[in-house]
């Protein structure tokens, strides 16, 4: 009960932090189409359907097109002040502007349900097995992804229904540490005191059903790579 208490609390302190940062993201308005031109530097893993880092971990890059604009300006952000640590994706958010990341924040939020491999179609919801609700209700994943793992109580949370187990998997465990001595990590106060309740089998048990629901998220492939 003391730990369920103390997750809730993490979650208000991190409701009211995310108001905080909603209000001063709306100061900047991102620009889809100007956006468009911005994204030289991330079609070359985003823009592949099913591509793999292999550097510093290896695993599927996460499907961005149909994500929240707020949750992908929130997460370059996060890699530019280094409360996430990933070589390559703080080198590309450092090189970006506030006004540059709100517009590449609405790109790949504009693309939903411009086509890609479709998962909703292709995959249809289906209820947890036994041990993976307990694990869902323990975490209380529900609080902030939603049922289904699709619709977000807050545009600044993710959508990760869908998303590659691979990538799932990589990034739970990359909250459970802040990555010093590190390449990777994540600093979150919800997240790690969520996936640090779990052993890493438990995370690859979430990550491998949250990656079977039927979801938004999709990779649309660059004209170039078709």
Do not use: W
């Amino acid at each position: 009960m003391k730990q369920y208490l103390s997750i809730l609390g993490a979650l208000l302190v991190a409701s009211v932090t995310s108001v905080a940062s909603s209000a001063a993201a709306q100061e900047i308005k991102g620009d889809a189409q100007a956006g468009s031109g911005k994204v030289a530097m991330c079609i070359g893993c985003h823009g592949i359907q099913g591509y793999q880092a292999s550097f510093p971990e290896v695993y599927k890059v996460p499907k961005i097109s149909g994500q929240n604009a707020p949750y992908i300006a929130s997460a370059l952000q996060a890699y530019k002040k280094g409360e996430r640590r990933h070589p390559t994706m703080r080198g590309i958010a450092d090189s970006l502007s506030d006004q540059d990341i709100a517009d590449v924040a609405a790109y790949y939020a504009n693309q939903a349900g411009q086509g890609g491999q479709g998962s909703a179609a292709a995959v249809k919801a289906h209820d947890p097995a036994p041990d993976v609700a307990a694990l869902i209700a323990k975490g209380a994943c529900f609080s902030c992804h939603g049922e289904g793992f699709a619709k977000p109580l807050d545009p600044s949370y993710p959508k990760v229904a869908g998303q590659y187990p691979d990538y799932l998997f990589s990034a739970l465990k990359a909250y459970q540490h802040d990555g010093a001595g590190r390449l990777v990590g994540r600093s979150n106060a919800v997240m790690a005191g969520m996936a640090k309740q779990f052993t890493t089998a438990e995370l690859k048990q979430l990550a491998g059903y949250i990656g079977s629901l039927p979801g938004p998220l999709q990779t649309i492939p660059e004209q170039r790579f078709r």
